[in-house]
Protein backbone atom coordinates (compact mmCIF):
# COMPACT_ATOMS: atom_id res chain seq x y z
CA UNK A 1 0.00 0.00 0.00
CA UNK A 2 1.04 3.45 -0.58
CA UNK A 3 1.39 5.96 2.21
CA UNK A 4 3.13 9.45 3.14
CA UNK A 5 4.13 10.76 6.15
CA UNK A 6 5.27 14.06 7.27
CA UNK A 7 7.58 14.16 10.16
CA UNK A 8 6.31 17.59 11.49
CA UNK A 9 2.69 19.40 11.75
CA UNK A 10 4.46 22.65 12.11
CA UNK A 11 8.15 24.18 11.49
CA UNK A 12 9.15 27.77 12.96
CA UNK A 13 12.12 29.41 11.19
CA UNK A 14 13.54 33.46 11.44
CA UNK A 15 13.41 34.59 7.53
CA UNK A 16 16.95 33.75 6.00
CA UNK A 17 17.45 30.53 7.90
CA UNK A 18 17.15 27.41 6.15
CA UNK A 19 14.15 25.14 6.28
CA UNK A 20 13.84 21.58 6.06
CA UNK A 21 10.30 19.96 5.74
CA UNK A 22 10.48 16.06 6.25
CA UNK A 23 8.43 13.15 4.44
CA UNK A 24 8.69 9.53 4.48
CA UNK A 25 6.62 7.26 1.43
CA UNK A 26 5.85 4.17 1.55
CA UNK A 27 5.30 2.83 -1.53
CA UNK A 28 5.52 -1.32 -3.26
CA UNK A 29 6.72 0.14 -6.70
CA UNK A 30 8.55 2.94 -7.64
CA UNK A 31 7.03 5.88 -6.88
CA UNK A 32 6.14 9.52 -8.21
CA UNK A 33 6.42 11.88 -5.51
CA UNK A 34 5.60 15.38 -4.73
CA UNK A 35 5.59 18.68 -3.36
CA UNK A 36 2.57 21.48 -2.89
CA UNK A 37 2.22 24.10 -1.22
CA UNK A 38 -1.05 25.86 0.35
CA UNK A 39 -1.18 29.60 0.98
CA UNK A 40 -4.10 30.64 3.77
CA UNK A 41 -7.67 31.05 1.67
CA UNK A 42 -6.12 29.03 -1.93
CA UNK A 43 -5.53 26.42 -3.64
CA UNK A 44 -2.64 23.90 -3.91
CA UNK A 45 0.36 24.59 -6.00
CA UNK A 46 2.93 22.68 -7.32
CA UNK A 47 6.10 22.85 -5.99
CA UNK A 48 8.23 19.94 -7.55
CA UNK A 49 7.89 16.48 -8.44
CA UNK A 50 9.99 13.63 -8.68
CA UNK A 51 9.39 11.10 -11.34
CA UNK A 52 12.90 8.43 -11.90
CA UNK A 53 14.74 11.22 -13.31
CA UNK A 54 17.20 13.39 -11.35
CA UNK A 55 16.94 12.43 -7.34
CA UNK A 56 17.71 16.17 -6.30
CA UNK A 57 14.82 18.23 -8.13
CA UNK A 58 14.51 21.86 -7.61
CA UNK A 59 11.05 23.41 -7.89
CA UNK A 60 9.91 27.16 -7.73
CA UNK A 61 10.98 29.75 -4.98
CA UNK A 62 13.95 27.81 -3.98
CA UNK A 63 13.42 24.68 -3.07
CA UNK A 64 14.58 21.81 -3.69
CA UNK A 65 14.31 18.08 -2.50
CA UNK A 66 16.30 14.83 -2.59
CA UNK A 67 14.41 11.68 -3.16
CA UNK A 68 16.29 9.00 -1.03
CA UNK A 69 15.25 5.21 -2.14
CA UNK A 70 17.45 3.78 0.72
CA UNK A 71 15.72 5.85 3.37
CA UNK A 72 12.49 6.39 1.77
CA UNK A 73 12.67 10.06 1.95
CA UNK A 74 11.57 12.81 -0.08
CA UNK A 75 12.56 15.86 2.20
CA UNK A 76 12.32 19.59 1.17
CA UNK A 77 15.43 22.22 1.49
CA UNK A 78 15.43 25.74 1.01
CA UNK A 79 18.40 27.72 1.68
CA UNK A 80 17.11 30.45 3.00
CA UNK A 81 13.81 31.10 4.26
CA UNK A 82 11.45 34.25 3.35
CA UNK A 83 7.84 35.71 5.02
CA UNK A 84 6.25 34.72 1.94
CA UNK A 85 6.80 30.97 2.21
CA UNK A 86 4.87 30.93 5.13
CA UNK A 87 1.97 28.42 4.39
CA UNK A 88 1.33 25.00 4.55
CA UNK A 89 3.16 22.08 2.81
CA UNK A 90 2.22 18.80 1.49
CA UNK A 91 3.98 16.07 0.65
CA UNK A 92 2.43 13.67 -1.95
CA UNK A 93 2.95 9.89 -3.26
CA UNK A 94 0.81 8.45 -6.22
CA UNK A 95 -1.91 6.48 -5.48
CA UNK A 96 -1.85 3.75 -7.86
CA UNK A 97 0.63 2.72 -10.63
CA UNK A 98 -0.28 4.66 -13.31
CA UNK A 99 0.11 8.23 -11.70
CA UNK A 100 -3.67 9.47 -11.84
CA UNK A 101 -4.66 9.47 -8.29
CA UNK A 102 -2.70 11.01 -5.00
CA UNK A 103 -2.23 10.24 -1.83
CA UNK A 104 -1.12 13.75 0.75
CA UNK A 105 0.54 13.85 3.96
CA UNK A 106 -1.03 15.26 6.30
CA UNK A 107 1.03 18.42 6.16
CA UNK A 108 3.68 21.01 7.81
CA UNK A 109 2.77 24.70 8.74
CA UNK A 110 5.53 26.61 7.92
CA UNK A 111 5.72 30.00 9.95
CA UNK A 112 8.41 32.22 9.36
CA UNK A 113 9.49 35.05 11.65
CA UNK A 114 11.65 37.85 10.89
CA UNK B 1 -4.48 31.63 -10.93
CA UNK B 2 -4.82 28.33 -11.98
CA UNK B 3 -7.09 27.98 -14.77
CA UNK B 4 -9.55 25.76 -12.29
CA UNK B 5 -13.00 27.36 -11.48
CA UNK B 6 -14.96 26.32 -8.50
CA UNK B 7 -18.67 27.47 -7.53
CA UNK B 8 -19.95 27.78 -5.17
CA UNK B 9 -16.85 29.54 -3.10
CA UNK B 10 -19.08 29.30 0.31
CA UNK B 11 -22.07 27.20 0.91
CA UNK B 12 -24.26 26.89 3.83
CA UNK B 13 -26.87 24.51 4.51
CA UNK B 14 -28.43 22.28 6.67
CA UNK B 15 -28.26 18.51 7.85
CA UNK B 16 -29.83 16.05 5.70
CA UNK B 17 -30.23 18.64 2.64
CA UNK B 18 -28.24 17.60 -0.72
CA UNK B 19 -25.68 20.37 -2.45
CA UNK B 20 -24.36 20.10 -5.97
CA UNK B 21 -20.43 21.88 -6.28
CA UNK B 22 -19.39 22.71 -10.12
CA UNK B 23 -15.94 22.45 -11.49
CA UNK B 24 -14.50 23.89 -14.67
CA UNK B 25 -10.98 22.21 -15.55
CA UNK B 26 -8.62 24.57 -17.06
CA UNK B 27 -8.87 24.09 -20.80
CA UNK B 28 -7.48 21.45 -22.61
CA UNK B 29 -7.58 19.57 -19.04
CA UNK B 30 -9.16 16.17 -19.67
CA UNK B 31 -8.54 14.59 -16.21
CA UNK B 32 -10.49 16.33 -12.57
CA UNK B 33 -9.98 15.27 -9.49
CA UNK B 34 -12.37 15.87 -6.54
CA UNK B 35 -10.49 16.10 -2.58
CA UNK B 36 -12.06 17.35 0.65
CA UNK B 37 -10.12 19.13 3.43
CA UNK B 38 -11.16 19.04 7.23
CA UNK B 39 -9.16 20.04 10.00
CA UNK B 40 -9.02 15.73 11.70
CA UNK B 41 -8.95 14.13 8.00
CA UNK B 42 -6.53 16.07 5.89
CA UNK B 43 -6.42 16.12 1.90
CA UNK B 44 -8.87 13.02 1.11
CA UNK B 45 -9.12 11.77 -2.29
CA UNK B 46 -12.58 11.48 -3.42
CA UNK B 47 -12.87 10.34 -7.30
CA UNK B 48 -11.23 10.92 -10.43
CA UNK B 49 -12.84 11.38 -14.01
CA UNK B 50 -10.45 11.17 -17.23
CA UNK B 51 -12.58 12.34 -20.56
CA UNK B 52 -16.16 11.58 -19.11
CA UNK B 53 -15.50 8.62 -17.30
CA UNK B 54 -14.38 7.64 -13.84
CA UNK B 55 -10.76 6.76 -13.12
CA UNK B 56 -9.65 6.45 -9.53
CA UNK B 57 -12.24 6.19 -6.78
CA UNK B 58 -10.91 7.10 -3.17
CA UNK B 59 -12.62 7.53 0.44
CA UNK B 60 -15.83 8.68 -1.42
CA UNK B 61 -18.99 8.13 0.50
CA UNK B 62 -22.14 6.43 -0.94
CA UNK B 63 -24.16 9.47 -0.33
CA UNK B 64 -21.79 11.26 -2.50
CA UNK B 65 -21.22 11.09 -5.77
CA UNK B 66 -20.07 12.65 -9.27
CA UNK B 67 -19.63 13.21 -12.51
CA UNK B 68 -17.75 14.59 -15.71
CA UNK B 69 -20.11 15.89 -18.49
CA UNK B 70 -19.24 16.21 -22.68
CA UNK B 71 -17.22 19.78 -21.90
CA UNK B 72 -15.14 17.91 -19.21
CA UNK B 73 -17.23 20.08 -15.99
CA UNK B 74 -17.70 18.06 -13.58
CA UNK B 75 -19.96 17.96 -10.13
CA UNK B 76 -20.06 16.43 -7.43
CA UNK B 77 -23.23 15.69 -5.68
CA UNK B 78 -23.69 15.56 -1.65
CA UNK B 79 -26.74 14.44 -0.31
CA UNK B 80 -28.26 13.56 3.31
CA UNK B 81 -25.83 16.25 4.57
CA UNK B 82 -24.69 15.64 8.77
CA UNK B 83 -22.29 18.03 9.84
CA UNK B 84 -18.82 16.31 9.90
CA UNK B 85 -19.61 16.98 6.20
CA UNK B 86 -18.55 20.25 6.44
CA UNK B 87 -15.18 21.03 4.82
CA UNK B 88 -13.33 22.39 1.67
CA UNK B 89 -13.98 21.03 -1.43
CA UNK B 90 -11.22 20.85 -4.55
CA UNK B 91 -11.40 20.57 -7.22
CA UNK B 92 -8.10 19.89 -9.74
CA UNK B 93 -7.55 19.27 -12.86
CA UNK B 94 -4.57 17.46 -15.06
CA UNK B 95 -4.29 17.09 -18.92
CA UNK B 96 -3.71 13.82 -19.09
CA UNK B 97 -4.86 10.68 -16.89
CA UNK B 98 -1.72 8.62 -18.27
CA UNK B 99 0.68 7.96 -15.72
CA UNK B 100 3.08 10.31 -13.58
CA UNK B 101 2.35 13.59 -15.19
CA UNK B 102 1.00 13.85 -11.55
CA UNK B 103 0.85 17.86 -11.52
CA UNK B 104 -2.60 18.65 -10.57
CA UNK B 105 -3.46 22.08 -10.63
CA UNK B 106 -6.06 23.75 -8.27
CA UNK B 107 -9.07 25.39 -8.04
CA UNK B 108 -9.61 28.09 -4.73
CA UNK B 109 -12.09 24.75 -3.28
CA UNK B 110 -15.56 25.33 -2.45
CA UNK B 111 -16.35 25.86 1.49
CA UNK B 112 -19.32 23.79 2.62
CA UNK B 113 -20.68 24.28 5.94
CA UNK B 114 -23.72 22.00 7.45
CA UNK B 115 -25.24 23.30 10.42
Known amino acids: AQSVTQLDSHVSVSEGTPVLLRCNYS??????LFWYVQHPNKGLQLLLK??????LVKGINGFEAEFKKSETSFHLTKPSAHMSDAAEYFCVVSYNQAGTALIFGKGTTLSVSS | DSGVTQTPKHLITATGQRVTLRCSPR?????VYWYQQSLDQGLQFLIQYYNGEERAKGNILERFSAQQFPDLHSELNLSSLELGDSALYFCASSFQGPPRSGELFFGEGSRLTVL
Open chain 1, 50 to 55: YTSAAT
Open chain 2, 27 to 31: SGDLS
Open chain 1, 27 to 32: SSYSPS
